[in-house]
C-alpha cells in the first residue's frame, strides 16, 4: 500500500470507530477483508487509528471536523504532509474548501473530554497541563524482567540476540523500555521462555512497593489477566491466590504461571480462603492514567459509568477489609488520574472503617515515563 492508500484506510476505519464500533473489531475487520495489505500495512493504518484517537479534538479541529477524513488530515496537516491526500489512484481526495480547518483553541489542544476538564485540572494540580501533553503521544513498550528465570543483564542480552533492544528504566528494577523492534517481542525466544512480560513500568513500580515477605498468603482479589500476580510471585516466594469477578480473564494465567516458572492458585470464591496477609485490589476503573494505550476509553467514559465504577471500587474494599488477618495489608491500586477514585476513595473508606489507617500512598503519572497509577497501602492500627 502508498501512504496515501494506507490514510484512506485509516479513515474508512476511523468513519466505524466514529459510529460505534469499537476499534479494535473496525480494524480486525479492515484487516480481514483486505488480504493486499501485509504486515507494515496493518501496523501503520492501526498506528494512524489510535494516534488520531488520542488526539481527536485537536485533530478535528485542524482537519475540518469529527470525520475520519477530518481526523486523518488534521493529524497529516500537524506533520506536513497533507499533500499525501492527491485524490489520485487509492488516496483520499484533496481537500477543498470544507476541509478548511482552524486552530485548536488552548483547551482543544490537550484532548481532554470537556466535561472532565475541571476534575482533571483540580486532581493534578499543576501537572495537569503536561500530563495531558504526554497522553496525546503513544505509550512506550515495556518489559518486565522475570527474576525468576534470569536477571536484567541477562534478559537484554537475550532481546539484543534476537534483535530487539531495549534499556532499563528507572521506575522499577525490573523494567525495561524496548527502544528498537518492539513488534517482535511475542514470537521471541526470551517471551516465549518467560524470560520477559509484557508489563507497563508504573504496574511494575506499583508491585516493587508491595510488602511482600516470603511465606505470605497473598489475593490478588482483582487479577485481570494476571499481570501483577506474576509481577508478585516473581518478587517474593508467596502463597498466592488469584481471583477475577470474570474468570474468562484469567483464563491464560495457569499458562503464563507455568511459563514464569511460578505457581499461582486461580480461586472463585477469596472468602472462604481467608485471612490473607496481604490483598491486592487493584480495582475497576476509568482508566485515565492509561488513555495512551487505550485513547478510545476516553471518549467513551461518562459520568454515569464513573459514578458506577466508585460505587463498585467502594464495595470491593468493603468486601476485601474482613477477610485480611490481624495487621494484614490492605493494598488499593487504580490506573486513574482522578481523585475521586484515589485518595478521594481511600479517605472514604477510612471514614466507614474505624481501625484503619493509610501507612503510605504512591501516584505516578505518564510525566514519568509508565502510565497513571495509584496505589494506597492500609493497614488496621
Known amino acids: 500500500m502508498t501512504p496515501s492508500a494506507r490514510l484512506a484506510a485509516a479513515i474508512g476505519v476511523l468513519d466505524r470507530v466514529l459510529t460505534g464500533e469499537p476499534a479494535e473489531k473496525a480494524l480486525t475487520n479492515w484487516g480481514r477483508a483486505s488480504r493486499f495489505a501485509g504486515s507494515g500495512d496493518r501496523a501503520a493504518v492501526r498506528d494512524l487509528v489510535y494516534d ?34 492527491t485524490g489520485e489512484g487509492h488516496a483520499p481526495a484533496i481537500p477543498t474548501a470544507e476541509d478548511a480547518g482552524r486552530e485548536p483553541t488552548a483547551e482543544e489542544r490537550l484532548d481532554v473530554p470537556d466535561w472532565l476538564l475541571p476534575e482533571l485540572r483540580e486532581s493534578l494540580g499543576p501537572r495537569f497541563e503536561a500530563v495531558a501533553e504526554a497522553m496525546r503521544s503513544r505509550a512506550p513498550v515495556f518489559l518486565r524482567v522475570n527474576l525468576r528465570r534470569t536477571d536484567v543483564a541477562g534478559a537484554l542480552a537475550a ?105 499461582v492458585a486461580v480461586i472463585g470464591s477469596p472468602e472462604t480462603q481467608a485471612p490473607y496477609d496481604l490483598v491486592l485490589v487493584d480495582a475497576p476503573c476509568s482508566g485515565s492514567g ?78 514519568e515515563g509508565g502510565d497513571g497509577f495509584y496505589l494506597a497501602l492500609l493497614q488496621r492500627s
Open 52 to 85: 488520531a484517537l488520542r488526539q481527536r479534538v485537536s485533530a478535528a479541529a485542524l482537519g475540518g471536523g469529527l470525520t475520519g477524513r477530518g481526523l486523518v488530515l488534521g493529524l497529516m496537516r500537524v506533520a506536513g504532509q497533507e499533500v499525501l491526500f
Open 290 to 367: 492509561s488513555w495512551r494505550r487505550d485513547p478510545e476509553g476516553k471518549w467513551r467514559l461518562t459520568g454515569q459509568t464513573l459514578d458506577r465504577l466508585q460505587a463498585t471500587q467502594a464495595a470491593i474494599l468493603d468486601q476485601v477489609a474482613p477477610m485480611l488477618r490481624g495487621k494484614g495489608w490492605l493494598a488499593y491500586a487504580t490506573c486513574s488520574l482522578l481523585h475521586r477514585e484515589n485518595r478521594g476513595q481511600v479517605d472514604a473508606f477510612l471514614a466507614r472503617h474505624e481501625g484503619w489507617r493509610l501507612q503510605r500512598d504512591h501516584a505516578f503519572t505518564p510525566l
Open 159 to 263: 532481546l539484543a540476540a534476537e534483535g530487539i533492544a531495549a534499556q532499563p528504566h528507572p521506575l522499577a528494577a525490573t523494567a525495561l523500555e524496548v527502544t528498537e523492534n518492539a513488534r517482535k517481542i511475542h514470537a521471541s525466544e526470551a517471551y516465549r521462555t518467560g524470560l520477559v512480560e509484557l508489563q507497563d513500568a508504573s504496574s511494575q513500580a506499583v508491585v516493587a512497593a508491595l510488602p511482600l515477605i516470603d511465606g505470605m498468603k497473598v489475593l490478588d482479589h482483582c487479577a485481570g489477566g494476571g499481570g501483577k500476580t506474576l509481577a508478585m510471585a516473581a518478587q517474593a516466594r508467596l502463597k498466592l491466590l488469584a481471583h477475577d469477578v470474570n474468570p474468562g480473564r484469567m483464563a491464560d494465567l495457569p499458562v503464563r504461571a507455568e511459563r514464569a516458572g511460578v505457581k
